[in-house]
């Protein structure tokens, strides 16, 4: 039997954000689960989700997952990919898929618009306690933007009162003395997939290279994640051929021209991430051995390894 999948919606919104993906994992057989953050289901927000945060949405949550048979996979959405990161930290889950996750803290922003608007939010003295409006000028320009123009209006629509104080524990993560956005990377143990609508190559080179096991580009269709859920969750990985291909650069440090330092080698060795190492290891350790030896040691598709 399938693990459950239990779906954690973003900000702003409610459990209709995901019931598209819900449907196809329904249809392949996944018992699903997508729940309201507190206060998103109801149509006049209370005073009390200004005050709401973090760690009562990831509460909520616990309580759902403690009464599922088995350890969900959990898919989040941006605010609800960062809650599914600490729950996976707090319980056993059998897999995380991110899409286009919030960043946990410690985290710095990467784009000047995520600057801007962590900073314009201070125009509003006291935001930290109150129950946010959606803003629909932001939401066209930054959210639905790349979204069929026939389906925004729907969406707009659709959105629902935030808390505040939520929003400056992601937002605002560096005035926060509580670090309610952090996670404990340590003690995420499952498998992570990244949905992602980044072209750059480097940046998904970066999660790769830094645990991730696959990452899956936000224009493919629904039943490619699916696949890529699949396959992550068995611990396989799951990564297109140009990627495949950037991180075997990495492995093999083949893109280094600097040949000025007096041990190359060493250097290379050195800068070998826990997992390069293992990967190259194995590699050595086993050569000549039959591939289904060698990726069943590092827990790795026949296929990834036969294109590495």
Known sequence: MKPPVLFIHG???????????????????????????????????????????????????????????????????????????????????????LLAPSAPWGVPPTTLFEIGAAQAMHLQPGYWNMVLEPSRDVALAHSLDKLPRHMREDVLSRLVSESGRATFEIMSWGMDLNHASAVDADAVRAPLLFLTGSDDLEEHRRAVIRGAHGVVHKSEPAEVLLRAIEKVSEGQIWMNYSLLGEVFDRLTDTGRKDTARTDPARERIDSLTPRESEIVSTMVNHAGAKQIAVVEKLVMSEHTLRII
Do not use: N
């Open 11 to 97: 900000a702003f919104c409610g459990p209709w954000s995901l019931e598209g993906l819900q449907k196809k994992f329904e249809k392949a057989g996944y018992p699903c689960k997508a729940p309201a953050l507190r206060f998103h289901d109801q149509a006049r927000a209370p005073a009390a989700l200004g005050t709401t945060g973090l760690a009562d949405y990831a509460a909520d949550l616990q309580h759902v997952i403690s009464a599922l048979k088995k350890p969900p996979i959990l898919v989040g959405h941006s605010m609800g990919g960062l809650l599914a990161q600490q729950l996976a930290a707090r319980v056993k889950v059998a897999a995380l898929v």
